[in-house]
């Protein structure tokens, strides 16, 4: 199953600051140009920064706990079929 999404929506469930999370350890990062609250480009990139602040990062684990807490069900039932 292959299903498009939006932008808007994998930036508000956290999922590009949990991936950026993680591409900052090797220097790396997904960027998102946006103007006028539409994404117009996106690209990969190299990054001299490490990590976000204290409150990114609070921000970015209760939408990624809220998103898992409203799709619990839907990811298991998924991964099993």
Known sequence: MV?????KEFREIGLLWLIN???????WA??????EEV???VYPARVKFRG?????NTQGYIQVSEYLFKNI???LKESQE
Do not use: A, M, Y
């Open 3 to 7: 299903e498009k999404r939006e932008w």
């Open 21 to 27: 999370q993680t591409l900052h350890l090797f220097g």
């Open 39 to 41: 994404v117009i480009n």
């Open 73 to 75: 069900k839907d990811l």
């Open 52 to 56: 976000f602040d204290g409150e990114s």
């Open 30 to 35: 997904i960027v998102l140009e946006i103007e």
